[in-house]
């Protein structure tokens, strides 16, 4: 049972996706487009609506009354994310929401339309969404995963979670795609993951290594190359192509026998013995708001980059039992979620 049980977003929860799509637009209401990679079928996709639905009304707005949506999901399917921001073009939206991979084709589709951002892990500026954190300017704004400091307080406040697990970690491996030519957006998480790693693991005593896969197809390959390294533990990073196939990862590390962990809440929801990260779906609830703060009249360059304030511990107690691992009370008392 769950530590603290799981509140989902409620409204219209039961959405269906049989199109990869959500659509209840309403002519002569204002349109709220939203545009992600995320797989249909999935508690995180049942969510999105119900999120950002929340964070409008904390701006006083309805749905039907002030407001309409339309959603294309990708299922997974980067590649289509730019006909899917083509198909919501059509529709004439008045603000688009876009999570971190979608954010590209949605500035290319919608150039002078204001667009809210979500489920950034990384430096936004960097990235040259914005020019800064208190007034970004121009047509984008929106929140990211992280607080103050960044991914590397992150991962140490992550890894001294992990070290109570297993107190004899020597040896850290993480599994992440390749560095790819000229892509901020895909290499930036991954990278700072590993660089943070790196930092950390001297600080805690541990070697670090990094399993890289050109394509999913590799991922058996990559995972058997770490394997055969005497690994003590896995990370898996961030990186959207291992979040959007999720179900294959599990299974892998599952078939690794090795203890694993990763960001999100859903890695330790869905089988990883740990997860310590901010909640991905309250990132489409502050992007409702900001969306909703929009079409109230606010220009996006004059709201400030939110930064993360919730964060989520996961352990996978089913996990820990099959792998041997008596999990700390300590640990279990601090856990906000613990899965049997």
Do not use: C
Request: charged fraction near 20%; glycine fraction near 8%.
């Amino acid at each position: 049972m769950r530590r603290r049980e799981f509140i989902a977003l409620t409204g219209t929860a039961a959405l269906s996706f049989p199109r990869l799509a959500y659509s209840q637009t309403i002519a002569d209401l204002p349109l709220v487009a939203v545009l992600a990679p995320t797989r249909e079928n999935t508690e995180l996709a049942r969510q999105i609506i119900p999120a950002l639905r929340k964070g409008l009304q904390q701006e006083g707005l309805t749905e039907g009354k002030h407001y309409s949506f339309a959603m294309r999901l990708a299922n997974g399917e980067f590649a289509r994310l730019p006909s899917l921001a083509k198909e919501l073009g059509a529709l004439k939206p008045r603000v688009v929401v876009a999570s971190s991979m979608a954010i590209p084709p949605a500035r290319e589709t919608f150039p002078d339309l204001p667009l809210v951002f979500t489920g950034v892990a990384d430096d936004p500026i960097s990235l040259g969404l914005v020019q800064s954190y208190v007034r970004p300017g121009g047509m984008l704004t929106g929140n990211v995963m992280n607080a103050v400091g960044g991914e590397e307080t992150m991962t140490q406040k992550r890894v001294g979670y992990f070290k109570e697990l297993i107190p004899g970690l020597t040896r850290l491996g993480m599994i992440a795609r390749s560095p790819l030519p000229n892509n901020s957006v895909l290499n930036g998480l991954p990278t700072q993951e590993e660089n943070a790693l790196r930092k950390v693991g001297a600080q805690f005593g541990f070697e670090f290594m990094r399993y890289n896969y050109d394509k999913l197809d590799d991922l058996e390959t990559t995972f058997a190359s770490a394997l055969r390294d005497n690994l003590s533990a896995l990370y898996i990073s961030g990186a959207p192509s291992l979040f959007t196939n999720m179900p294959r990862v599990i299974s892998l590390v599952a078939a690794s026998g090795k203890p694993s962990f990763g960001p999100y809440p859903e890695w330790g929801r869905n089988g990883l013995l740990m997860s310590y990260s901010s909640e991905i779906v309250d990132g489409f609830r502050k992007a409702g708001a900001y969306a909703g703060k929009i079409l109230n009249g606010a220009k996006p360059g004059d709201l400030p980059i939110l930064q993360a304030d919730k964060f989520v511990l996961v352990i996978n107690q089913k996990t820990a039992k099959t792998l041997g691992i008596v999990v700390p009370p300590t640990l279990l008392a601090l856990a906000d979620e613990v899965i049997d």
